[in-house]
DNA sequence: ACAGTTAGCCC
DNA sequence: GTACGGGCTAACTGTC
């Protein structure tokens, strides 16, 4: 046994994902009295970690403690009931600062330790040199297991001691700063555990007949684009050298079969060939993890709003309606025909409307279909014959700066509400799956924050009608539903710090014309009937200039740069209704576990908590977890949540009609 | 192999 | 005088 009460523990493993074979094979310990050890992985330095982890005065800290006593559960640890304590850096480094963009161990390590990062590097530098010959001899690339032992030993001790430092740093700034927050993400790593392990459960079956009908739709889709287009000539651009000197040359090539894929070359020319000559170009995006300044921009568009505007006005029409209803393929295939026929159009308007469905329907069939299909692990046959599988999807806590769960590997949180995909996901025998998730949530942390009495009143009615009558001085009764819409993109443009030019330019895009004038009317009546938003607005930027960060209520603190002091509102509203998701998580997980119930959390979509409860527990479980997530009396407006219920597939959520629940939770 | 760009889905 | 937030994934494209 090691005689340090802290221990900083390392894994390094042949790969990041423990659901598809991958595992440790070595660890780096670290103690706060000076030992250091080094481990591989063998039963007996797991009997001989186990034992330590059944000491309760022992602390044992990670960085990212969710990855590493994955590893060890899969080794036989289990990581809920281990009596030692445990700590992790990455969390502690995240709470601190979470606008930071990265906290990985290297990173921190040489940025607040100054520690010279060769030992952890090599390791890279030796698979880089060596992937060519490696592969060569053993027909695969090479993993850390597969480096010299001496070089692994050296990285994995690093690790280790450069954790312990870590801890020593930034344990009594988190003690200081926000202590509750970080015990919430700290369990939050159990959770997460927990709810990778469980999974969710894919008919494979079903996922495997929608990917042949869009297969299948997909084809019919090319012949008709190929009638249409092909054969046409592309343009490949390749730089060429000559006497020093560089240039362009421009490679012509007759294609017979349209890519819809290809925006920059195969896109340009078919529209070319048909006659549709070229008019909207893309705008530059914002730099990703809040950095400041714009990238890309200035080529050929051809995403949905600039395909409508390619096309005239009825068949506009129907593309707008197909995704905004969810239309099937077959629909959209006969409305486009029809709406073309009626209208005598010509027949290169047909070209945008099938290149879109062709896009919708390969993304379906790569980004969904293909990993329910792929990574499901355990797959079984049922006794009716159908294949099913468990998915592990990743869980991250704390990736997203403002505190927001993301999930990945695959994503579960952007799955489409009216298409297929959700089908595929199946509820285990004698449970159902109770999504619970917090009404208005983010809206309601904005009134919560403005401590404006009219939104706190509508907010629990119809916030956006409210809003539209203040806006337009009407009557509620008199307010057209396009009225409502705009008052409603002016109210999530407010939020995410937009101005009365952008939200003007959102609403068209999404179909619903708006001038800049118009905008500023919005933007001028809302700041008129709601001057608390100007005021919040104010303080947050008060307090950023004072202080260079902002703090919401769980102690959560945005490092911002000035220059980005528009997103202060926004970071403050998606941070504190995250923490408060995670403030639930945790309670319902931990009272699952005292009250040694079977029901499982499963997933979480940002305001949204899923557990599939066993059927027997119902009655127990459900107004529990309402209890839980609607014990927060601190906020100028009632937090509320609302149920929906799933008893076979993910696509149909319904409203629960039991008697039971009418009468507990109403 | 890698980075940049576009696109499209979610809250 | 200013500005829509936060994510994930796939495919294409040109450069190293």
């Known amino acids: 046994m090691l005689k340090g009460k802290i221990i900083a523990l390392d894994l390094e493993t042949n790969g990041l994902d423990p659901y598809h074979g991958d595992r440790a094979f070595c660890m780096g310990l670290k103690t706060n009295v000076g030992e250091k050890i080094y481990k591989r992985v063998t039963r007996e330095s797991i009997t001989w970690l186990k034992r330590m982890f059944n000491d309760a005065s022992k602390t044992f800290v990670f960085h990212n403690a969710k990855f590493d006593l994955t590893m060890l559960m899969m080794e036989g640890i289990d990581p809920f009931s281990m009596k030692a304590h445990f700590d992790c850096t990455l969390t502690m480094s995240k709470v601190l600062r979470s606008t930071a963009q990265n906290h990985d161990l290297r990173t921190l390590t040489v940025k607040l330790l100054k520690r010279d990062p060769k030992d952890k590097d090599d390791i890279q530098t030796w698979i880089k040199q060596s992937t060519r010959a490696f592969n060569k001899e053993h027909g695969r690339k090479p993993g850390f297991n597969d480096a010299p032992e001496e070089m692994v030993k050296r990285r994995v001790l690093w690790d280790a001691e450069s954790t312990l430092m870590l801890y020593q740093l930034l344990k009594p700034h988190v003690e200081d700063v926000c202590p509750h927050l970080y015990e919430t993400e700290r369990m939050l790593h159990l959770v997460c555990i927990d709810m990778e392990r469980t999974g969710i459960l894919i008919d494979i079956t079903k996922a495997k007949q929608l990917r042949d009908k869009a297969t299948k739709e997909l084809e019919r889709l090319q012949v008709d684009l190929d009638a249409l287009v092909c054969p046409m000539t592309i343009i490949k651009k390749k730089k060429r050298k000559r006497k020093g000197e560089t240039y362009i040359e421009e490679i012509p090539e007759e294609i017979i079969s349209l890519n819809p894929g290809s925006s920059a070359i195969h896109l340009p020319a078919a529209f070319t060939k048909m006659g549709i000559p070229l008019k909207y170009r893309t705008e530059s995006k914002k730099k990703s993890k809040g950095q400041p300044g714009r990238t890309g921009g200035g080529n050929w568009s051809f995403d949905e709003y600039a395909m409508v505007r390619y096309v005239s006005k009825p068949l506009a029409g129907v593309i707008r309606e197909s995704s905004e209803e969810g239309w099937s393929v077959d629909k ?321 959520k319904t409203n629960p009609e039991m008697e039971w629940f009418k009468k507990k939770v109403g």
């Open 332 to 652: 959209y295939y006969r409305e486009v025909y029809r709406v073309l026929k009626k209208h005598k159009l010509h027949k290169r308007e047909l070209l945008p409307p099938l290149i879109l469905k062709h896009r919708e329907l390969s993304k379906m069939i790569s980004t969904y279909y293909s990993h329910l299909i792929d990574d499901c692990v355990d797959v079984k046959i049922t006794p009716t014959g159908r294949e099913i599988g468990v998915l592990h999807c990743k869980f991250n806590p704390s990736e997203a700066m403002t505190g927001r769960f993301s999930v990945s590997k695959p994503s579960l949180q952007n799955w489409p509400r009216l298409l297929g995909p959700r089908q595929c996901v199946i509820v285990r025998k004698g449970r159902r799956n109770w999504h619970s998730d917090y009404q208005q949530v983010e809206m309601k942390m904005f009134v919560h924050f403005a401590r404006d009495k009219v939104m706190a009143k509508a907010i629990s009615e119809d916030i956006h009608l409210t809003v539209a009558a203040k806006i337009y001085e009407l009557p509620k009764k008199k307010v057209s539903s396009e009225q409502r819409k705009r008052a409603k993109g002016t109210n999530f443009g407010i939020i995410y710090g937009a101005g009365a030019k952008k939200i003007a330019e959102t609403l068209t895009r999404k179909g619903l014309p708006t001038s800049e004038f118009e905008g500023k009317t919005l933007v001028a009546g809302y700041h008129r009937q709601f001057p608390s938003v100007r005021r919040t607005t104010q303080g947050l930027a008060t307090e950023l200039r004072r202080d260079g960060y902002i703090v919401n209520p769980f102690g959560r603190r945005y490092h911002i740069p000035s220059s980005l002091g528009y997103k202060s509102l926004n970071y403050m509203c998606q941070g504190t209704s995250a923490d408060l998701m995670k403030a639930a998580m945790v309670k319902i997980w931990l009272w699952l576990r005292k009250h040694k119930l079977r029901s499982k959390m499963i997933m979480t979509i940002h305001d949204e908590i899923v557990l599939e409860v066993v059927r027997a527990e119902e009655k127990l479980v459900v107004p529990k977890m309402k209890e839980l997530m609607e014990d927060l009396r601190s906020f100028f407006v009632p937090i509320t949540v609302d149920f929906k219920v799933v008893s076979k597939r993910w696509s149909q």
